[in-house]
């Protein structure tokens, strides 16, 4: 889905785009989605441990060895969906921005490499117990992660201009599209939510031109000629007004 509301994903909180990873991960992996349930229920179990008057260290390490163990895959394949978002994103961005500028998306794990995650982990979590046991909360993991969306290497909260961020989340959307297409061999349904009042002419013709004409595409506007009269001629219309639909003859 394609929503005014989604410009507000630059400058949210990592929380909300750990969201849209997640969301979008789950459309194309069930393992991912058993690794996220899994992750969840040790983390809440450990941070419930860490509130405890007396702490066990034996039981505590037991513990932190699970939520290393359930991170390990959950991070390969954060990074693995991040490759596959940027095999996507750039040339979707070209095409509906008719420009040049480099874009790109980053994955902000709790390691610094894709190599030995287990050792990493380890040694993170032990450099972190102490702050844990202070604070009584696990500070280290994937329920921290984020992503980074950058233009020519800045973050684009910094750089971009309104109209660089709305294509730039079009283009993060199609890439989704794509992918969704590409692993699952399933065509999604797309519903564009007043958003081609927010671009140009050339815009809503490059948005339209980007994505898979075989796709049915829901679109809602409050002016029709916000739709392109080809995209219309191929459509199907309907109206709302006074809480009814109704279809509209040509």
């Excluded at 069930?30 to 229920?41: A, G, M, T, V, W």
């Excluded at 031109?209 to 049915?216: E, G, I, V, Y």
Aim: glycine share 2%; with cysteine.
């Amino acid at each position: 889905m394609f929503s005014p509301s989604d410009m507000d994903l630059f400058e949210a909180s990592p929380r909300e785009r750990r969201k849209l990873m997640d969301v979008e991960m789950g459309k194309i992996s069930l393992p991912y989605l058993s690794h996220l349930n899994r992750y969840q229920k040790v983390l809440k179990e450990r941070n419930a441990y860490l509130k405890e008057k007396s702490i066990d260290p034996s039981y505590l390490e037991v513990l932190t060895k699970q939520c290393i163990d359930t991170q390990i895959e959950m991070i390969e394949l954060r990074y693995r969906f991040i490759d596959d978002l940027n095999e996507h994103l750039q040339d979707y961005f070209t095409k509906i921005s008719a420009s040049d500028v480099k874009v790109e998306a980053e994955y902000k794990a709790p390691v610094e490499s894709r190599e030995n995650l287990e050792q990493q982990l380890t040694e993170k979590f032990a450099k972190s117990l102490e702050r844990d046991l202070t604070f009584r909360q696990t500070h280290l993991g994937v329920h921290r992660d984020d992503i980074a969306f950058t233009m020519e290497g800045v973050a684009v909260e910094n750089i971009a201009s309104q109209g660089q961020k709305r294509v730039l989340i079009l283009a993060i959307k199609c890439s989704l599209i794509a992918m969704i297409e590409k692993r699952t061999g399933r065509k999604p349904v797309v519903l564009l939510d007043d958003v081609l009042s927010e671009l140009d002419a050339v815009r809503r013709k490059a948005l339209f031109m980007a994505l898979d004409p075989t796709l049915q595409t829901l679109i809602t506007t409050t002016d029709l000629e916000d739709v392109r009269e080809w995209v219309r001629s191929k459509a199907t219309v309907y109206v709302v007004d006074n809480g009814k639909i109704f279809e509209r003859r040509t």
